[in-house]
C-alpha cells in the first residue's frame, strides 16, 4: 500500500493532508468525546450558572478553565462542540449508510434487471433530482411529525432524521451504481457465471458488486459533508435532533439568539467547527476522486 500511487498522491498533497489530519481529529474527538471533553455539557451537576456567557479566555472577564467561553447555561462551549459534532457525524455517517445501501441495491437491480423496472426507478429518480434535498427533509420530517404523536417526538427524532437526509440522497449511489452494472453485466466473468448457473443474487453481490464500489467511496465521502450541512440546517430551523442533545446545527441556532448582545462565541465557535469539519472532509472526497479516476494518473 505505500509503494501505491494513491499513497504517493496522498504524500504529494499538503492539502489533502492537512484535511486528513483535521478529520482524524474531528473523528477522534467525536468517538471520544466523554473522555478528550474537558466537561460534561449534559451533566447538569457540573454546570454552574454562575458561569453563564463569560468570554473565551483571552478577553476581559475570561478565565482560562474555559477556553472559548460559556454559554448562556454556563455551559463549556469547547466542550459542548465536541459533544455537537460527535452528534453531527452520527446523523452524517447513519444517514450515509442508508443512502448506499438504498442506492446501490436500486442501481445494481436497475442495470442488471432492465426493462420496465429499471424505467420505474430511473424516473423516480429524475424526479427526486428536481428538488432540493433540503426540502425533501423538510417533507419527511414534517410528515412524521404530524403522524407521529407529540410526546414520540423527541424519542424517533434520531431515526426521522436520519432517514429523511438518508432518503434524499440515494439517488446519485443508483444512477453511478446502474451505469457500472451495465457495462459489468455484459462482461466475459458475468456471462461466465451465467454458464455455469450461478442465480443473479450471487452474481450481484459477488461479482458485480465490487467492481462498482470505486465510484460509490467517492460519492460517499462527499455525501458525508452534504449530510453534516443538511443536518445543521434542519437543526438550526428546529427540525433536527432533539434539544437534549444538541447537535453543531443547534448550538449555532441558540448562539444566533445571542449574536447582537455581545455574546458572539456562542454562535460563531461551532459555526467555525462545522465549516472546518466539512471542508476537511470535502477536500478528501475531492482528491479521492481524482486519486480513483485512472486518466489523471
Known sequence: MLDSDIWYSFCRSPVTIASALLTILFFIGALFAPYVAPFNPFDLASIDIMDASLPPFWQEGGSTKFWLGTDDQGRDMWS????????????????????????????????????????????????QLSFPAILIALLIDGVARSVLPRSMHEEVAFYVLIFAIGISGWVQYARTVRGSTLVEKNKEYVQAARVIGIGPAIILL??????????????????????????????????????????????????????????????IFPGIALVLLVLAINLLGDWLRDALNPKLR
Open 206 to 267: 459477488r461479482h458485480i458488486l465490487p467492481n462498482v464500489m470505486g465510484p460509490v467511496l467517492v460519492i460517499a465521502t462527499i455525501h458525508l459533508a452534504i449530510a453534516v450541512i443538511t443536518e445543521a440546517t434542519l437543526s438550526f430551523l428546529g427540525v433536527g435532533v432533539p434539544p437534549t442533545t444538541p447537535s453543531l446545527g443547534t448550538l449555532i441556532r441558540v448562539g444566533n439568539d445571542y449574536l447582537f448582545s455581545g455574546e458572539w462565541w456562542i454562535t
Open 80 to 127: 459542548t462542540i465536541i459533544f455537537g459534532a460527535r452528534v453531527s457525524l452520527f446523523v452524517g455517517f447513519a444517514s450515509v449508510i442508508f443512502s448506499i445501501i438504498m442506492g446501490v441495491g436500486l442501481g445494481l437491480v436497475s442495470g442488471y434487471v432492465g426493462g420496465r423496472l429499471d424505467a420505474l426507478i430511473m424516473r423516480i429518480a429524475d424526479i
